[in-house]
């Protein structure tokens, strides 16, 4: 038997609104037009897609947050009471083609087993089922959903839409996000839309008492707000936070600590890389603001069996990540091998097995 989830909320909100501070005025989470010249209109950037040398992820300039040496505030939500996230364990990604139901659920059923909770993406480059419909089928297949919503794609009307779909159902934590850029090469017929970012999309779902969860990028520039940008974040609604990768543990604890002096009281769960090959490593290593050790890389692909070395490379990482102070869980990320959708599911499957017997030995993966 599995133990127990932990229960996580966000921050009791205080009633009266805090100060506001940093380059955009933003006395409430939604409606402001957000920081000139931003090519996502963020209010509460930068953005976790902030290149390694300041630059911005959408467009040939320097990020226009990077001198920002305070985020803008969130100011209190009138929340009764910010719902409850139930914190994973094992929290894998669910790669399946888009629009492709029987793909879906045979996914879901392949990692149910294993994982606490499966994370549905919202990739630039492959729409999908609206989240909702993901959510319903993953649940079906027998595995708890959480699915992604990115303001990229949606103006604030239809976020709305699929919040009220997902708060009607009830069946997933939604994970809210900014959203990557769509790359100049895929669609350049359509608009991109960002009339909110991540946390004002935060704020949005938990007014509507959605469960929410939020991600934040420790490493990308500049690092010394992202602590502070997580805190506001929860201050928004968020009932749980989590990490993109960063090279290693040590980093992960820095990081925490920070946030925690910063006020951060959520759980968090921080990522670990799965490949086992290649193609995965670098689908990985090419997402903006994601960092993996190179030397690790190195030594599976050069494994005389790269598939055990990568599953004991992503349980290793995964309990130097579990040893750090305030991480609740971990989130399997990447596809995990490129053999197939199937195949990679039953690599995710394997990681997450033996990090939950590891750490609970004798108990089994998650009922
Ligand atoms: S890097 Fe992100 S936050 Fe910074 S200007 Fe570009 S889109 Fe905006």
């Known amino acids: 038997m599995h133990p127990a989830p932990i229960e996580g909320t966000a921050d009791p909100i205080p009633s009266t609104p805090v100060t506001v501070m940093g380059p955009a005025a933003a006395p409430t989470a939604s409606g402001q037009p957000g920081h000139p010249g931003c090519p996502k209109r963020m209010v509460f950037g930068p953005c976790g897609g902030v290149r390694p040398d300041g630059g911005c992820e959408m467009i040939a300039m320097p990020c226009v947050f990077d001198s920002v040496d305070q985020v803008p505030v969130v100011a209190a939500l009138d929340l ?133 969860a939020v991600a934040e990028t420790p490493s990308a520039p500049p690092a010394r707000v992202r602590p502070l940008r ?65 030397a690790t890389v190195q030594q599976v692909l050069m494994s005389d069996d790269p598939v055990a070395a990568g599953i004991a490379a992503a349980v290793t990482e995964a309990r130097g990540l579990l040893a750090v102070d305030g991480v609740v869980g971990v989130n399997l990320s990447g596809m995990a091998s490129s053999r197939g959708t199937a195949y990679a599911a039953q690599v995710q499957a394997e990681v997450g097995v033996q990090i939950s017997e590891s750490i609970h030995p004798g108990e089994g993966a998650a009922p």
């Open 80 to 212: 009764p009471v910010a719902a409850a996230v139930r914190a994973p364990l094992v929290l894998t990604d669910l790669s399946a083609p888009p629009a492709d139901a029987s793909a879906l659920a045979a996914t879901a059923r392949i990692l149910a087993a294993s994982s606490d909770a499966v994370l549905m993406g919202d990739h630039q480059d492959r729409p999908d089922f609206p989240p909702a419909m993901l959510a319903r089928i993953v649940a079906d297949a027998g595995a708890i959903p959480w699915v992604t919503l990115a303001c990229r794609d949606r103006n604030r009307v239809v976020l709305e839409q699929e919040l009220n779909g997902i708060r009607h159902d009830g069946l997933a934590t939604v994970l809210c996000v900014t959203g990557d850029g769509r790359a100049f090469d895929v669609r350049p017929d359509v608009t991109q839309v960002f009339d909110l970012d991540g946390t004002r999309l935060a704020a949005l779902a938990a007014s509507m008492g959605v469960p929410v």
């Open 230 to 294: 997580l805190v506001q974040k929860q201050r928004a609604g968020a009932g749980i936070a989590v990490l993109n990768h960063v090279r290693t543990a040590a980093q992960v604890a820095a990081f925490v600590t920070a946030a925690r002096n910063a006020g951060l009281t959520i759980p968090v769960v921080a990522s670990v890389a799965v490949y086992t090959d290649e193609r995965s490593a670098s689908a990985l290593t090419a997402l903006p603001g994601l960092e993996i050790d190179p």
